[in-house]
């Protein structure tokens, strides 16, 4: 499995971003996707995951619920985040990750990883 994440940028405080995070794999529906933050100096954290098991499950870490919307194409094995009315406490390099047959807001339950993309909100 490979996840490649794009969409990553500059954007004020108050605007959007779409990030994108394409799956490279075998039968990308039995995959639970997560989207993480992380910061210099400070652990990855969890933004948001999303599951397909007869119909989508998603969760979200509180500070971006209302903010942050992710979604799934499984026709295009490609998983998103979409990010309204950033806020600079936002920024961030934001990565994807992928967990065969299971979602999770712990990075160590996650078993591939993409490369990270860099978002700056200013202020």
């Known amino acids: 499995v490979q996840l490649q994440a794009s969409g990553g940028g500059l954007v004020q405080a108050g605007g959007s971003l779409r990030l994108s995070c394409a799956f490279s794999?075998?039968?990308?529906?039995?995959?639970?996707l997560g989207w993480f933050r992380q910061v210099p100096g400070k652990e990855r954290e969890f933004v948001a995951a999303?599951?397909?098991?007869?119909?989508?499950?998603?969760y979200y870490e509180d500070s971006v619920k209302g903010r942050f919307t992710v979604s799934r194409d499984n026709a295009k094995a490609t998983v998103y985040l979409q990010m309204n009315s950033v806020k600079p406490e936002d920024t961030a390099v934001y990565y994807c990750?992928?967990?065969?047959?299971?979602?999770?807001?712990?990075?160590?339950?996650?078993?591939?990883w993409g490369q990270g993309t860099l978002v700056t909100v200013s202020s």
């Open positions: 794999g075998p039968t990308f529906t039995d995959y639970g």
């Open positions: 990750a992928a967990k065969r047959l299971k979602m999770s807001r712990m990075t160590i339950d996650y078993d591939y």
């Open positions: 999303i599951m397909w098991r007869e119909g989508t499950i998603k």
